[in-house]
């Protein structure tokens, strides 16, 4: 447990920001959030530093979400990513110098991997804006740490999906699916790494034990692939669609063909992800016609 210790997370209103802050909720932190939606909604040296709180963990959930928005407005997809991670790290250097520090980044800094599944040694080579800017975010966590001594880990996220998701494949094809429309872009072969958000956010609570100077990286992934042809008929299944889906041939900019993570790293640390892909898909499909 870790009664009277306080964890920040910024993005804390988040689909993948208030998991987290859960998570850690529930193991006996003291959570404060930043971001939009949250009490503090600008994400500045200045005005965390008016949260009057001592800090003990930073996780930085904040950020562009979404790789078709940073193609089509990359200095504003940038302007959502690095400076605030700059403002986070600046905080905690002043004000809260021993906290460890989580920076959240995506698998996307991989672009198109040379092997699979895609270990964190791997060279990071994006092919769109938003995985540069995670590349850049990651970069200046760790000159910080080089620089400043400050204890930083960094969790690359793959295909994060679960209920609550409003946006991606799963929300799309579902909302596309129950009015008769099953035709998709892509080839439908394309492979990615579904992992849960609840697996997603358990890993990211437990890696900020593991914050080093040395910036230790982490793939978030199941270290299983799926095609998106297999997720979406198993998406229909349970959305009680009948039909297969069609794909148009045309791939959008920026999507890698295969994108599966090596997830050796985590399990060292006693991680391993618990939803099935079955399990979730079934369960986002409920949560689906529940809230659409």
């Known amino acids: 447990m870790t009664v009277g210790r306080t964890a920040l997370v910024t993005g804390g209103a988040g689909f993948i920001g208030s998991r987290v802050a859960a998570q850690l909720q529930s193991a006996g932190w003291t959570v404060a959030t930043a971001g939009r939606g949250c009490s503090v909604e600008t994400i500045t040296c200045d005005a965390l530093a008016g949260m009057g709180q001592k800090i003990d963990l930073a996780v930085h959930c904040a950020g562009g979400a979404s790789v078709a928005m940073s193609i089509g407005d990359p200095s504003g997809e940038f302007a959502k990513s690095v400076p605030p991670t700059v403002e986070l790290l600046e905080f905690i250097r002043r004000h809260h110098a021993s906290a460890s520090v989580v920076l959240v980044s995506s698998g996307a800094v991989y672009g198109q991997a040379a092997s699979f599944p895609t270990a964190e ?60 429309d099953l035709t998709f872009s892509g080839t439908g072969s394309e492979v990615r790494d579904w992992l849960h958000v609840s697996d997603a956010s358990s890993l990211i609570a437990l890696v900020g034990c593991s914050a080093s100077p040395e910036a230790p990286v982490f793939n978030g992934g199941s270290g299983t692939g799926s095609t998106v042809a297999t997720v979406l008929e198993r998406l229909f299944r349970a959305l009680g669609v009948a039909g297969i889906a069609k794909f148009s041939g045309a791939v959008r900019a920026g999507d890698p063909v295969s994108f599966v993570a090596d997830v050796r790293r985590a399990a060292a640390l006693g991680w391993a992800p ?14 689906f016609r529940e809230h659409r």
Do not use: N
Request: proline share 4%; net charge positive; glycine share 10%.
């Open 121 to 180: 040694t791997a060279p990071t080579q994006p092919v769109s804006p938003y995985g540069l800017h995670k590349m850049v975010m990651e970069d200046i966590g760790r000159f910080y740490g080089r620089a400043y001594g400050m204890r930083i880990a960094i969790v690359r996220l793959f295909s994060v999906y679960g209920e609550g998701l409003r946006k991606q494949l799963l929300w799309d094809a579902s909302r596309k699916a129950l009015t008769g």
């Open 274 to 287: 618990r939803v099935a892909l079955d399990e979730g898909v079934t369960e986002y499909a409920r949560w």
